[in-house]
């Protein structure tokens, strides 16, 4: 992922990206855990965490945090998350203090100074958008202009707003990349805040936003042409264009 220009510093920065992991009746905390085992072997500097922990109930969120945690507190920059709409229609503020009890610091519309190597990576975390209050101008209000700022966004649809604020990618899952995938077809099951930018690297208004597949599955529990994903990222230098 290119960084802005004057951040050569932060070149190099490894950052494990993990989302939708959707701990509930038909994830298990074992699963994740494998999968995380997977991402930590790319020694990442720095995790990231972009919602829906969980799913159909809050009593999950203790489980889902817990697995998190252990592998935020093995990345040596730690753990920063966002909630999704999952976490927030089953008792959002239980899956905060979840957490935030394992270390991971939860950002609703708010901003974080990562220092890394002489500079400072920005994350701006802005709140799930169906069920919560997504405002990107809170969420980057204080962050220096010029700075290395990367958004996490549950929902990826609306990134133009990040760009908008000056943010230089954003990253995003809840799409799941459309679970279930037909040839000539694409996704037509995406859901609402994950249809325009569904999987992968794309675009808005030149600024890169990157969504997730994600590791768990929803209603149907199923994924055809669409394997779940865990996500390493490298920062690079920018080439100048």
């Known amino acids: 992922m290119p960084l802005p220009a004057s951040h050569e510093r932060l070149a190099g920065l490894r950052i494990g990206f993990v989302t939708d992991t959707h701990v509930g009746p038909l994830i298990t905390p074992a699963q994740v855990a494998r999968a995380l085992d997977l991402l930590a072997s ?22 889902a945090a817990a697995v998190l945690g252990r592998f935020a507190a093995e990345t040596p920059l730690g753990g920063v998350a966002v909630l999704g709409n999952h976490d927030i229609s089953n008792d959002g503020e239980r899956m905060v203090a ?15 100074a990562i220092p890394v190597d002489g500079d400072t990576l920005w994350i701006a975390g802005i709140d799930e958008s169906i069920l919560a ?5 809170q969420a980057f209000a204080g962050i220096p202009p010029g ?4 958004a996490l966004w549950h929902e990826p649809d609306d ?14 899952g ?11 077809v694409g996704a037509p099951f995406a859901p609402t805040g994950g249809r325009r930018y569904v999987s992968g690297l794309n675009r808005a208004d030149a600024m890169p936003i990157y969504t997730s597949r994600g590791l768990g599955t929803y209603r149907p529990p199923v994924r055809f042409n669409c394997p779940p ?13």
């Open 174 to 184: 809840h799409s799941h990349g459309g679970q279930v995938r037909l040839p000539l």
């Open 229 to 241: 994903e865990v996500t390493l990222l490298t920062l690079v230098a920018s080439d100048g264009d």
């Open 42 to 63: 790319g020694r990442p500097d720095l995790a990231l965490f972009g919602g829906d922990y969980i799913s159909d109930s809050p009593r999950y969120a203790e489980r």
């Open 159 to 172: 990134a133009a707003e990040s760009a908008n604020c000056g943010a230089f990618a954003q990253l995003s």
């Open 98 to 112: 979840a957490l935030r009890r394992q270390g991971i610091r939860v950002l609703r519309n708010q901003s974080i």
């Open 133 to 137: 209050d997504a405002c990107p101008d």
């Open 147 to 150: 700075a290395a700022t990367l």
